[in-house]
């Protein structure tokens, strides 16, 4: 047995259902019945907490995951694994497991106690904030922000490009649309290669070669880690549900009234359907507007009626999909507005019903906020970045009059759009460079969204102009989006270390979850209709949905 091997002692109990406490048996929560429990230990640290174990039966595409307790011990509910053969996996910074089989008969609890050995590859299980944590140097690591959007860090801290390769690696990973990743790269026809246009790689290309191996054979920066969950982060289930394209993009998830999750694909022209009790997908093709231009789409929204929306991105135009008629109606920029570098990214229906009109945003060279009154079929273009050289929209919300309300990405400004008069206003986040990006508005017409450089989720009120902002507890989280659920809690979404982030913004207490597996987190949503709330996020890079379940 290699010293890489766990020894893990699986017990099935034979006798009668043996009743443990869900994962709270230590926290007062009522008990139920396990299907499977066990001990999570290891040599270095005896009972551990905060270690993720994940079951997955054979031959399934959904994924059950709890996270061990204060004590190191952890159970499944039995209303989570139906009786069959599983194969388990754990995730622990640091520690290494071989995979584990168990056997889950009926009314019966099996048991596998797990124990632990120090991985002999760290750096393989770090996350991009960690990567970011462990690097030398400043301000200049925000740079690498932008290239997590498409693939880990991992590619650029094990490469052996020097400064001039990067430079020209970096100019050449810019032509590529934003929905494109390592599995399904697509480029953008109009991107226009300019040698000049080198100089603004030459910063970032010498940083990204001095924490590389081009002149070195190892690392010679620490490797730093974030420290496992521990106490209310435990309290905990996530199922993560695979999709069936290797290749798909689930962006954003929304969940309907139904209890239907849908999403869609940031890389290819689907929309699709999952049922959650059952784990069945079904996808619906997106009509092509520019068969020459990138495929994929990025917001998913729905309106009043239930219907969904899906911006199309460089195909150039928003879609309607009917769930009723399940057919699509296309709305593709008119002439006078569309060019090969249009590029409609966000689409917000929610409050069209107050005037008949849909709100859209172009984040190609127009750079403009448009809307399209549906009875007319009259579209019209706001620029509320005239007087503000070098601004441009990212997300877009409405408030319950549709005013337009949108975030700045690359600066540290939101925005407003009124719908009658279309005068634009700027509004300045405390935070400098904090890289609002995106959000949605609450019922009391405030905005909720998150600051990805500035690590914050943040709070606008317009009928007092004033901020509030929550500092997030993990350096480099990089909240992608914020949303606040029927309890007054702020939940966001980490896209570079992996952790849901639960706000009391009342108190500022910051939990967070781990997720299982490397998630590139974009939309967030929350489903009020379940007590605790339940929080719903796409793994962008590996083809999946992620359901978060608090116990408490």
Known sequence: MSKKTVLLAIIATTGGALLFAVIGFARGQATEPSALDGQVRSKEEGAMEGVLVTARRNGSTIAVTVVSDGQGHYAFPRTKLDPGQYSLSIRAVGYDADPIRVEIAPLKTARADVNLLKTQDLASQLTNAEWLMSMPGDERKTYLLNCVN????????????DATEFTHVMQRMSGYYPGASPLLPQRVPAFDRNPEDLERFRQPAEFASTINLSKVSKWEYPLKTLPRPKGRSTHVI????????????PHDVIVDSDGMAWYGDFGQQYIGKLDPKTGKVTEYPVPELKPDQPRGGLELQ?????????GLQ??????????KSQKFQMFPLPKELDSDKAQVAMVNPEHLEVDGKVWMKDAGSARSI????????????????????????????????NNLYFMEVRSEYIGRVDAKTGEATAYRTPTRDSGPRRGHMDSQDRLWFAEYRGNRVAMFDPRTEQFQEWPLPSPWTSPYDAVLDKNGEAWAGGMSNDRIVRVNTKSGQV?????????????VFVDNSTTPVTFWVGNDHHASIVKVEPLD
Request: aromatic fraction near 12%; charged fraction near 25%; proline fraction near 5%.
């Open 302 to 310: 729905q309106d009043k009626d239930g219907n969904i929306w899906f």
């Open 314 to 323: 460089f195909q150039g135009g928003i879609a309607k999909f009917d769930k």
């Open 370 to 401: 448009v809307r399209v009154d549906l009875a007319s079929g009259q579209f019209q273009a706001f620029n509320p970045f005239l007087n503000r050289p070098g601004h441009n929209a990212y997300g877009i919300t409405t408030d319950s009059r």
């Open 150 to 161: 498409c693939h880990t860090l991992q590619r650029i801290v094990r490469s052996h490009h």
């Open 238 to 249: 996530i199922t993560e549900y695979s999709l069936p394209r290797e290749v798909s993009q």
């Open 511 to 523: 939990t967070e979850y781990l997720l299982p597996q490397e998630t590139n987190v974009r939309r």
